[in-house]
């Protein structure tokens, strides 16, 4: 409680590195919930807008980027690319195949600004996650 009190802006995961530098074995969970049963707040709340309000202002600019899967009949796998326009909340598969590239993402994504035309000048975020695919 007392590092929580001294250093505001420390989260449950710092305090709880900082307790096993001194020695002290104890999970970042158990730290959460001492902070809790406290109600000292284990991190603060930054300010500014949150991610669901800057979603909603931005949604215009935004198109989401990811890989998903299709387990075949054969038991083989296929991936496809899509990408999701926030604003309009249309959906764009832009290819398949069995072993995805960067080049051959690289192309889907070139493939889809020629396809959107005009629209991609008012697209500005990229959405997408950091998985291995």
Do not use: C
């Amino acid at each position: 409680m007392r590092l929580a009190k001294e250093n505001p802006r420390w989260g449950h995961r710092r305090i709880q590195g900082e307790l096993a530098q001194l020695g002290h074995p104890i999970a970042s969970s158990t730290v959460w919930k001492i902070l809790r049963a406290a109600d000292v707040d284990p991190a603060p709340r930054r300010t500014g807008p949150s991610w669901r309000d800057f979603l909603a202002s931005q949604a215009e600019a935004i198109i989401a980027a990811d890989f998903f899967h299709i387990d075949t009949i054969t038991g083989g796998r296929l991936y496809a690319l899509a990408f999701l326009e926030h604003g309009s909340r249309r959906l764009h598969i832009t290819g398949v195949t069995a072993h995805p590239t960067a080049q051959w993402a690289t192309q889907q994504a070139r493939n889809l600004t020629a396809d959107l035309g005009h629209r991609i000048e008012s697209l500005v975020y990229v959405l997408r996650d950091r998985d291995s695919n």
